[in-house]
């Protein structure tokens, strides 16, 4: 049985006399002899301090003492052995994590006056395409509002609100998860940063 060595700090050290029992001289019988066979056993138990051990590593480490000193184990003072059980996960390679999928691009055919997501076309109204055309040809200004009602309507007086109605129509056809029009609080409108969007003049 070889017993991994307990810290200076429990007290404990092999004892060079006598087990009880046994008078002085008695000849023992060498643990690990040559022809006996043998029980290798490592213990790694945390000795910060024995009043800190559960109650089963006590009565382990007290056996493993008590077979010491009554001459029936040895003590292996090599290096504490690596529990080579954890080296596959820290050697196993890590996996990338999955790149988000890519939003797809918005095609506008200015010709039919039509736009496609993907292969799909998508539904808009004469006033959600052209806003869409006035957001996309101006892709890093900010509009107002009544800037938008000018620019796509022609007149004003139709209600600023008119715009944000048609602002939702236009995010829902196109749907959520692809980035299209940023709203800029207290201010308006514009092209997002991120927005896929081509133009295709002769469609």
Do not use: C
């Not at 800037?147 to 959520?176: C, F, M, P, S």
């Amino acid at each position: 049985m070889s017993v991994s060595p307990a810290s200076s700090r429990t007290g404990w050290h092999p004892s060079q006399h006598p087990g009880p029992g046994r008078p002085p001289g008695a000849q023992r019988r060498p643990a690990g002899a040559p022809g006996m066979p043998a029980l290798t056993v490592t213990l790694s138990i945390p000795l910060a301090g024995e009043e800190a051990l559960t109650a089963p590593a006590r009565r382990l480490l007290e056996a493993a003492r008590e077979l010491v000193e009554r001459g029936e184990a040895t003590v292996n003072t090599g290096p504490v052995g690596v529990d080579r059980r954890a080296e596959p996960a820290v050697l196993r390679p890590q996996s990338p994590p999955p790149a988000p999928p890519t939003p797809p691009t918005l095609h506008i055919l200015a010709a039919s006056r039509s736009a496609l997501l993907g292969a799909e076309r998508l539904p808009l109204t004469r006033l959600e395409f052209d806003l869409l055309m006035h957001l996309v040809a101006h892709p890093r200004r900010v509009f107002t509002r009544l800037q938008l009602l000018n620019a796509v309507w022609g007149y004003e007086h139709a209600g600023v609100r008119t715009v944000d109605v048609h602002i939702r129509r236009l995010r829902g056809k196109v749907g959520t998860e692809v980035p299209l029009v940023t709203t800029v609080y207290g201010v308006g409108y514009r092209l997002a940063d991120d927005a896929r969007v081509v133009i295709d003049r002769a469609g």
